[in-house]
């Protein structure tokens, strides 16, 4: 049997903000053929509950990385928002070490913080132009 290939999506930047798009397209995939993997920092339930809309994605499995600083144990503290603080040394690279374990084909993201980890001999990362991307992680509020 021929290997799936999975693809992974950024939800911030990515599939919120061109949701219509990214569902027409990702709806005719060969799901026999295709993963679909979302790759975030935030835990499924509560990206859930932000925006439902995710659910008819269909997807396959979910990584957040804020559940995985957790898991292994780093230091997490959380800002006047409550999101998640980690050091940048850990937390940006994180989706390219899922990508890496995974064997993700190509990853849509647009945080460039996240595209310089990634080895493109394993994962073609592909930047979304977004002209209001901002890091709330490394620029105060
Ligand atoms: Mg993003």
Redesign the pocket.
């Known amino acids: 049997m021929m290997k799936k290939i999975k693809l992974g999506f ?5 599939l919120d903000t061109h949701f219509d798009r990214y569902h027409k397209l990702i709806s005719s995939f060969d799901r026999d053929k295709v993963e679909i993997h979302i790759i ?1 920092g935030m835990k499924e339930p509560l990206a859930l509950e932000e925006n439902p809309n995710l659910q008819l994605l269909n997807y396959d499995k979910w990584f957040s990385i804020h559940q995985y600083c957790e898991d292994l144990g780093a230091d997490i503290e959380f800002d006047h928002k409550n999101r998640p603080l980690v050091d940048p040394k850990i937390w940006d690279k994180q989706k390219a070490d899922y990508c890496h374990r995974e064997e993700i084909l190509f990853i849509f ?3 460039p913080h996240y595209g310089q980890h990634m080895d493109p001999n394993i994962v073609v990362y592909l930047q979304q132009h ?1 002209p209001s ?1 901002k890091d709330w992680r490394h620029v105060a509020e």
Do not use: E, L, P
């Open positions: 950024d939800i911030h930047g990515v975030t993201d647009d945080s977004n991307w």
